[in-house]
């Protein structure tokens, strides 16, 4: 079902450009204004001043992105390789107080429409960004950082052939926490016809990148509308992993409400007695040590914290709870903890409805729990809401049914690196 395609990856010239560790940048969206300035003094060529246009040139910002890219490629700065190639990708990192390895590879992936179940969703989007995105495009014909998707590799054929490559890697880097990412060109013809076909009769399933996605659909369109469509445009970057692979990590996106009028704890939580279980967590510890133990079992749980120490774990009582409230939704769907919080307190307890939550009003997110908890105890939140992490098999049994969880449900760790391969399809 899924398309794949090698293709000649963008990179830098490191003799022109200097060290790759200088000119590579973590996510977009996680990058402050300050942070970015911080890469460009490093290294001017940094990835950072194509993937994030610096705002302060307003409306202008993504026309100066792609006179940069022209640029660099003018001073072969960037080129393209010279054979089209599969790229194996592998990230080591530290996690939950282990050392990981996560490696998959990079290839083109045909653009589809959710509806026909080839790449699948899992979360809610917000417009804001898939604008931003969409100029970006415009003006550069690029894929500058990689979907990351995620595939069932039942028979093991895919890891059999991905495991033994990437052992003498074109480019080594140490990002600022530690994580080493390497990256190989495959421009084995019978390596890539083999993964080709193997992935002819699989679905993807979207971990992150969501906005991305739809954006290139819709950029798509608009290419075809306007005659302009080329031989790559109609396909994206997508970084592919096997669902069970070991070394897959998800962490939490907690919740902090903010901006409520006339917000008592004491009524929120006695408005929930009814729908769940309450019990007292008499520090941080012990509302980790109960979020895990309810993870492990399969519990809904998720804890509220209302500043001062106070922290309650919430423990859902009736399963069906959210079915009763949204019976046309799958049971995948209704029975994931960051459902419960929404569906039945932060809606219908705390009245903080899906276009609020869209436009993050009186909704923020976090992956930090400190920064959850201080939030609240310098008074500015009312109360935080700790989850655990969504379970890859829930992202999979959601989008398999056709649904999307609420925005930043996953959070997946680490980070794709941005700068080691990209798609120019101009």
Request: proline share 3%; with cysteine; net charge negative.
């Amino acid at each position: 079902m899924a398309k794949l395609k090698p293709f000649r990856g963008m990179r830098f010239v490191t003799k022109n450009a200097g060290d790759i560790n200088e000119l590579v940048c973590p996510p977009y969206d996680i990058i402050s204004k300050a942070q970015r300035e911080d890469y460009i003094k490093k290294n001017p060529y940094n990835i950072i001043r194509l993937e994030l246009p610096n705002i302060d040139d307003g409306d202008n910002r993504y026309k100066a992105a792609g006179e940069t890219l022209r640029e660099w490629l003018d001073k072969q700065i960037l080129t393209l390789d010279e054979q089209a190639a599969f790229y194996v990708y592998e990230m080591e990192f530290t996690a939950n107080g282990r050392r990981n390895s996560l490696k998959g590879f990079i290839s083109l992936v045909e653009l589809r429409e959710f509806a026909d179940g080839v790449v699948l969703p899992h979360e809610e989007t917000l417009s804001k960004a898939k604008t931003d995105r969409f100029n970006l495009m415009t003006e550069t014909m690029c894929n500058f950082s990689q979907i990351y998707s995620l595939y069932f590799d039942e028979d093991g054929g895919v890891s059999g052939i991905i495991n033994v490559l990437g052992n003498n890697p074109d480019a080594v880097i140490t990002d600022p926490d530690g994580t080493i990412h390497r990256i190989t060109a495959v421009t084995d013809t019978d390596i890539i016809e083999k993964l080709t076909t193997m992935f002819n009769e699989k679905k993807l399933y979207i971990a992150d990148g969501h906005h991305r996605y739809e954006t290139a659909l819709n950029f798509q369109k608009k290419l075809l509308a306007d005659g302009k469509a080329t031989e790559n445009s109609g396909y994206i970057e997508m970084f592919l992993v096997n669902i069970e692979n070991d070394g897959l990590v998800i962490f939490p996106t907690h919740r902090i409400v903010r901006g409520l009028e006339n917000f008592d704890a004491d009524k929120v939580i006695k408005a929930s007695e009814n729908l769940f279980e309450i019990t007292d967590a008499a520090n941080q510890d012990a509302m980790t040590a109960a979020l895990h133990m309810d993870y492990d079992r399969g519990e809904e749980t998720f804890a509220m914290y209302t500043g001062g120490g106070n922290c309650k774990i919430f423990r859902l009582k009736d399963k069906a709870a959210v079915k009763k409230v949204l019976p046309e939704m799958s049971d995948a769907y209704t029975g994931l903890d960051v459902s419960v919080l929404h569906t039945l307190v932060l809606e219908g307890i705390l009245g903080i409805d899906k276009e609020n939550m869209a436009n993050q009003k009186n909704l923020t997110y976090t992956r930090d729990v400190i920064e959850a908890l201080e939030a609240v105890d310098n008074n500015e939140a009312n109360c935080a809401f700790i989850l655990n992490p969504t379970k890859v098999k829930e992202i999979s049994d959601v989008a398999a049914a056709n649904e999307k969880m609420p925005q930043k449900s996953t959070y997946f760790y680490p980070k794709l690196i941005t700068g080691l391969v990209m798609n120019n399809f101009s």
